[in-house]
C-alpha cells in the first residue's frame, strides 16, 4: 500500500464532499498550482455570521483535491475571522498524510487554504 | 554500447529511495555525473585552483590551460568553427543574444519567430524582448504527428529572428534545424538553435546545421549545474556589445570609459565557472569516448521499446512523433483518472524518478489541451529493465486510483 494514497485518501477523491458551485455566495476566489495545473474555485456562504454552506470546483491532483474536501467540510459553522485564523498545521491535520518527505507535493495540500485566504480578505 | 559498464561510471545508481534502486528517468531535466567528471572537478581543487586569465604562476597557468582547453573540446564536439563563449546555462546564452543582438537590432513592427513547443527559456526572453520593442512574437505550429507543420515555415520569410528549439524538452520531437537555418540565413533573419536537449544525445554540428547562434548547458550532458556555452558567429558577435560588464572583458579602463577585450572574453565578465568548465571538458570527453552516433542509436532502441511497452498498457495516453529519425528519448503520457503528479509521486515510491507537470513549457501544453503530463526521459545508463520497472509502477497506480473505495465494496 502506498504511504501516501491511503484508503482513506482514496475513498475522499473518489466520493468528493462539497463539490460544486454556489449561485449566491457572500465570498469567491480561484487559486492556481501553475506548477501542477491544479485549479480550485471556492464559494462560501455565511448566515448569522458563520459559514453555513462552502463549495468547491476544480481539478487536479489527489491531494488537492482531497484537500479541499476536507477543508470545507471542516469550515462550516466557523466565522470568516475563525477560518481566516486557520493555518497550514490544521489542514495538514486533516488530511492525515505525512507530506515531510515529499515537500513538493505540500503546494497541492495547502492549495485551498491559500483560495480562502484570498476569498476571506 | 556497454549499459552496464557505463552504470558502474554512476555512483549515485547505486543509491536506493525508498528502499530500491534508484530509476533515474528524468534525464531532460538534467542528467546524472559519471565519476570521471566528478573528479575532473575535485582535481582542481585539490591540485591546483587558482583564478584564470590572470595570475603568472603555476596554478594560474595550469587552470587557465584546463579551461580553454575545454572550451576546445566543446568546439570540436559540436563542430563550431566560429565562437564558443561559456555561460552560466542554455537560458544565460539565450538572454546574451536577446539583450545583446536583440536591443541593438530589433525595431518596431519586426517579427521573431518560435515553435509552439519551445521551453520557456527559449520563450520568455524573447517575448520580453518583443515587448520592448513593440516587436511581434509568431509560432510555428505542429501537426497532428507533433512535427512542426510544413508549411508553418513560411513565417520564416521576413522574420528578425528565428528561435528554434533543435529538440523539444516534452515531446522530444526533433525540429529540422538544417532546413529552419538556411530558410532564416536566406530571408535574412539570424537564427538561434537551443540544444539544450539535442547536445546531450546525439551528433550536433552546428556548421553544417549554419545556425548564427546555439546555445547549450552542461548539467543535462554528463556535467554539473552552473555552466553551458553559446555558439556564435564571429562575425554578429564582434559588433555585439558587451552583455555583462566587470573584469576580464576589458583591456583598458579609464574613469570615463573602456575598451572591450577581444573575442570570447568580451561575453565572459568576472570570474567564470572554472570547476564548472573543467567538469564539462571531463564531460565532452566521456561522452566522445562514447560516440554520439552510438548514444543515439541506444536512445532511439530503448524508446522504440518504451512507446510499444507503454501503448500496451489501457488508459495509457502517449504524445510525440512515431518517426524515430525525428524522435529522441523523451516520451511524455498521461494516465487516465490519475493526475500527473499523484503518478509521479507513487513512481517515486517505486524509486522511480520521472518529471510531471508541464516541464516549463506552458504554452505547448495549452497548445494540446493538457494540464500537465508525465514524462520519462532516457540517457546512456538507462535500460529496457528501467522501462520495465516504469510499466509496472504505472500498472500499480493505476490499481490504487481504480479500486473502488471500501465503502462501495
Not at chain 2, 141 to 167: F, N, Q, T, W
Request: proline residues 4%; aromatic residues 8%.
Amino acid at each position: 500500500m502506498s504511504d501516501i494514497y491511503q484508503e482513506f485518501i482514496m475513498e475522499v477523491y473518489k466520493n468528493p464532499l462539497n463539490f460544486g458551485k454556489l449561485e449566491k455566495a457572500d465570498f469567491k476566489a480561484v487559486s492556481l498550482n501553475p506548477l501542477c495545473g491544479d485549479k480550485i474555485e471556492l464559494y462560501i456562504r455565511l448566515e448569522n455570521g458563520k459559514i453555513k454552506d462552502v463549495r468547491y470546483t476544480g481539478s487536479g491532483c489527489a491531494i488537492s483535491q482531497v484537500s479541499a474536501s476536507l477543508f470545507t467540510e471542516f469550515l462550516k459553522g466557523k466565522t470568516p475571522e475563525e477560518a481566516k485564523a486557520l493555518k497550514k498545521e490544521d489542514i495538514l491535520r486533516l488530511i492525515k498524510i505525512d507530506l515531510s518527505k515529499n515537500p513538493s507535493r505540500m503546494k497541492c495540500a495547502l492549495l485551498s487554504l491559500e483560495v480562502l485566504k484570498k476569498a476571506i480578505l | 554500447m556497454d549499459v552496464n559498464r557505463i552504470k558502474k561510471d554512476f555512483p549515485i545508481l547505486e543509491k536506493e529511495v525508498n528502499g530500491k534502486k534508484i530509476v533515474y528517468l528524468d534525464n531532460a531535466a538534467t542528467s546524472q555525473k559519471p565519476r570521471q567528471v566528478i573528479e575532473a572537478m575535485d582535481e582542481l581543487y585539490y591540485e591546483y585552483n587558482a583564478n584564470v586569465h590572470r595570475g603568472i604562476y603555476r596554478f594560474s597557468e595550469q587552470a587557465t590551460e584546463k579551461y580553454e582547453n575545454a572550451r576546445e573540446k566543446l568546439k570540436r564536439f559540436i563542430n563550431s568553427k566560429e565562437e564558443v563563449i561559456f555561460t552560466k546555462n542554455a537560458s544565460e546564452a539565450l538572454n546574451l543574444i536577446a539583450y545583446s543582438w536583440g536591443e541593438e537590432n530589433v525595431r518596431k513592427g519586426d517579427r521573431i519567430v518560435l515553435t509552439v513547443m519551445e521551453h520557456h527559456s527559449n520563450l520568455v526572453p524573447w517575448q520580453q524582448l518583443a515587448k520592448r520593442k513593440k516587436a511581434k512574437l509568431e509560432f510555428m505550429d505542429i501537426g497532428d504527428d507533433y512535427e512542426i507543420k510544413e508549411s508553418e515555415l513560411d513565417k520564416i520569410r521576413g522574420a528578425k529572428i528565428v528561435a528554434v528549439c533543435h529538440v523539444s524538452n516534452v515531446l522530444g520531437t526533433i525540429n529540422p534545424v538544417k532546413e529552419i537555418c538556411e530558410l532564416a540565413n536566406e530571408t535574412g533573419a539570424i537564427s538561434v538553435v537551443d540544444g539544450a536537449q539535442s547536445t546531450p544525445h546525439m551528433k550536433v554540428d552546428v556548421s553544417r546545421m549554419k545556425c548564427d547562434f546555439f546555445a547549450l548547458t552542461g548539467h543535462k550532458m554528463l556535467g554539473p549545474t552552473g555552466i553551458g556555452a553559446l555558439h556564435g558567429n564571429r562575425e554578429l558577435l564582434e559588433k555585439m556589445p558587451p552583455f555583462m560588464a566587470g573584469g576580464d572583458m576589458v583591456v583598458e579602463v579609464y574613469q570615463d570609459r573602456s575598451v572591450w577585450n577581444g573575442l570570447p572574453h568580451k561575453f565572459e565578465a568576472g570570474t567564470p565557472n572554472i570547476a564548472g568548465t573543467i567538469g564539462l571538458g571531463a564531460a565532452v570527453d566521456y561522452l566522445s569516448k562514447i560516440g554520439m552516433d552510438e548514444i543515439r542509436k541506444h536512445e532511439i532502441e530503448i524508446t522504440k521499446y518504451a512507446i510499444q511497452r507503454l501503448e500496451g498498457l489501457s488508459g495509457v495516453s502517449l504524445y510525440g512523433t512515431k518517426r524515430m529519425e525525428r524522435r529522441a528519448g523523451i516520451i511524455p503520457f498521461n494516465v487516465k483518472g490519475v493526475h500527473p503528479h499523484d503518478v509521479a509521486t507513487l513512481l517515486d515510491e517505486e524509486g522511480i524518478a520521472i518529471r510531471s507537470g508541464h516541464h516549463c513549457a506552458m504554452p505547448l501544453h495549452t497548445r494540446l489541451g493538457l494540464d500537465a503530463t508525465n514524462r520519462a526521459s532516457f540517457y546512456i545508463y538507462n535500460d529496457r529493465k528501467d522501462v520495465d520497472k516504469l510499466a509496472e509502477a504505472i500498472e500499480n497506480a493505476k490499481k490504487i486510483f481504480s479500486e473502488p473505495p471500501a465503502t462501495q465494496r
